[in-house]
């Protein structure tokens, strides 16, 4: 996205720029030089440090595969559920 006369960083988005974010405040960068760094805020930098600390790119993959068939799955007994009662 381009202001007049700045441009702005793209904010994290894919998995492993979120476990670099992770990765780079747990080897001593300060926080709000990371959250600069990768132009997001210190609460979503918490957020992500509490979400993936300790984890590597492929634990984040698996996790987030896990959640989504969880979803999947909640939601195929929500409609069941459903059904059953009409």
Do not use: P
């Amino acid at each position: 996205m381009f202001y007049i006369g700045t441009t702005m960083k793209k904010k994290v988005c894919n998995v492993s720029e979120k476990v670099k974010v992770v990765l780079q405040h747990e080897s001593g960068v300060d926080e709000s030089v990371v959250a600069y760094d990768y132009n997001i805020s210190r609460a979503t930098h918490y957020n992500l440090k509490s979400k993936y600390s300790g984890m590597g790119v492929s634990q984040v993959k698996l996790l987030n595969n896990l959640e989504d068939e969880n979803r999947k799955l909640n939601q195929m007994y929500i409609d069941l559920t459903l059904d059953n009662r009409i």
